[in-house]
Every structure is written in C-alpha cells, then in structure tokens.
C-alpha cells in the first residue's frame, strides 16, 4: 500500500496525559500537512512541513502541540498535557513538489479521545 | 470567518439522477479548488480538482464548475450511485501562498437512493 498511514487509528486518554500520533507519507511527496477535524466541521490546518523544515504553524497549534518531522521522511504530531477540548480527528495529508498546483493526499486518520 | 462555504447541511437524490453540491468562498486570494469525499471513519479521498483559469473540469462522473465572478463552485455527478453516498467537502488554496494549505468548508452530506 502506497498510501498515507497513521497510527495509532484510535487513542483514549485522561486529561492531562501526553499523546503522540504518527504519520507515514507516500514516499515521494515532500509536502506534509497535519489537519484536525471535529464533529460537525471540515478539516483545520495545523502545521506544514516541507522536507524536515515546519514552515507555517495555524493559531490552533498551541504550545501544548508540537510537531516533527525529522529526515523529511514520517511525522509526529504529540500533545501535551491533553485536554477535553482536544477530541478530534487528526489528519495528515502529503503532496507532491511544492510550487505546483498538487492534490493532498490524506491518511485515515487518527481519532482522540480525551477522558 | 468561513473562508468557504457549504450551505447544504445534506442531499438526498435518486439514483441514476444528477447530484450537485454546491460551495462559496469569500476569499479573492483563492486559486485552486478541490472536492475530496469522506467516509465515516476514513480520511478524505481526493476527487477532482479545478485551478481558476478554468472554469470547468470533468472526470467521468464527476464535473466541477468554477464561477469566479461570484465565487461559487459546484459539484455535478452524473448518475448518482447509491455507492456515492458519504460527506462531500468543498476546498480551497492560495497558490501564492507558500504551503498550499487547503481551507475547507462543513462539508455536505449526500444520500443516494436506490
């Protein structure tokens, strides 16, 4: 399968516990995005990279969230001291060469539950 | 603010009929558009894609139409199969923009009927 994966699928929490979700791109693509997703919404923008450099980080990305990406190639995204207001879906996408117009491609994402 | 808009919480339609899903942006900015489609428990399955010197791309069933004047971008499938059933999200991106991040809108629920 040559497609986006993350892992875990699903991960229930406590409040205040520290979560880490993984997320492996199609192995070609440079561009990866992690994207949250709550009831009843679209997708949010929470941070890109490009190769191994985080070059844009959204407002939703508190300082509770960080994200890696170390050697370009599979991303972290990990949650500190997690909070209620954290459920979600957590999406990665990856996309071709930057400055062309490229689709992202998305994984099946990772759904939280906090406690 | 909501960038992008999908005014249709849902969509029923009979099979073999046309489906459209309607989307508006507010943002001049925007020149790349995308529909993805999503099952319940799956990430967002990339459909079609429109850049805004076009206004209309076709990819068998499916036909997106781009109006630049009003800001309005839809989405035709013709015929509707009961298999197309899922939430359809309407996305944009400002290619001048150095990531390319798509916003997207709430997403409109279609129900194809056999």
């Known amino acids: 399968d040559t497609g986006v994966s993350q892992d875990p699928r699903h991960k229930i929490t406590k409040r205040g516990q520290n979560v880490t979700f993984r997320c492996d791109p199609i192995?070609?693509?440079?561009?990866l995005y992690w994207y949250r997703q709550t009831l009843g919404q679209g997708p949010e923008f929470l941070t890109y990279f490009q190769n191994e450099a985080q070059l844009e980080k959204s407002r939703l990305l508190s300082d509770r969230f960080s994200a890696e990406r170390p050697k370009g190639s599979f991303s972290t995204l990990e949650i500190q001291r997690t909070e209620q207001g954290d459920s979600a879906m957590y999406l990665c996408?990856?996309?071709?060469?930057?400055?062309?117009?490229?689709?992202?491609?998305f994984g099946p994402g990772t759904r939280l539950t906090v406690l | 603010d909501q960038q992008v808009k999908q005014n249709s919480p849902s969509l029923s339609v009979q099979e073999g009929r046309i489906s459209i899903l309607n989307c508006d942006y507010t943002?001049?900015?925007?020149?790349?558009f995308l529909w993805y489609k999503k099952y319940p428990a799956e990430g967002p399955t990339f459909l079609i894609s429109i850049s805004s010197i076009k206004d209309k791309n076709e990819d068998g069933r499916f036909t997106v139409f781009l109006n630049k004047s009003a800001k309005h971008l839809s989405l035709h499938i013709v015929p509707s199969q009961p298999g197309d059933s899922a939430v359809y999200f309407c996305a944009a991106s400002a290619y001048g923009g150095a990531t390319n991040k798509l916003i997207f809108g709430t997403g409109t629920l279609l129900a194809v009927q056999p």
């Open positions: 943002n001049s900015m925007f020149d790349y």
């Open positions: 192995s070609e693509h440079n561009r």
């Open positions: 996408a990856s996309g071709g060469p930057s400055g062309s117009y490229n689709e992202q491609f």
